[in-house]
């Protein structure tokens, strides 16, 4: 059996973290008309997905449910590696 790993640089603070490339919190970059916790727009969607750590959601988690947004989502395993056979597909 084999797994696979990404790493990457959380949005929100910038470290370097590890985790499954597919169930990671991640977020369209924002184009710089707002704010992370606001509302994406359509310029946003049309920008490239970007990692956050576990710590960066939970810690926006309290501002975003303060702004009336949905908390970030974490599933199980976001922060583990992957089976590779998994990414297969």
């Known amino acids: 059996m084999s797994f696979t790993l990404a790493v990457g640089t959380c949005f929100g ?3 370097i973290f590890s985790f499954h490339p597919i169930k990671v919190c991640s ?3 924002p184009c710089g008309a707002h704010r992370v916790n606001e509302p994406t727009c359509a310029d946003c969607a049309r920008q490239p997905r970007v990692p956050l750590c576990l ?3 939970k810690a926006a988690n309290p501002q975003r449910i303060a702004a009336g947004l949905a908390p970030f989502e974490t599933l199980p395993g976001a922060y583990e590696a992957a089976d590779a056979a998994d990414l297969a597909t």
């Open 13 to 15: 603070c910038g470290n």
């Open 27 to 29: 977020l369209y970059s």
């Open 55 to 57: 710590n960066c959601v």
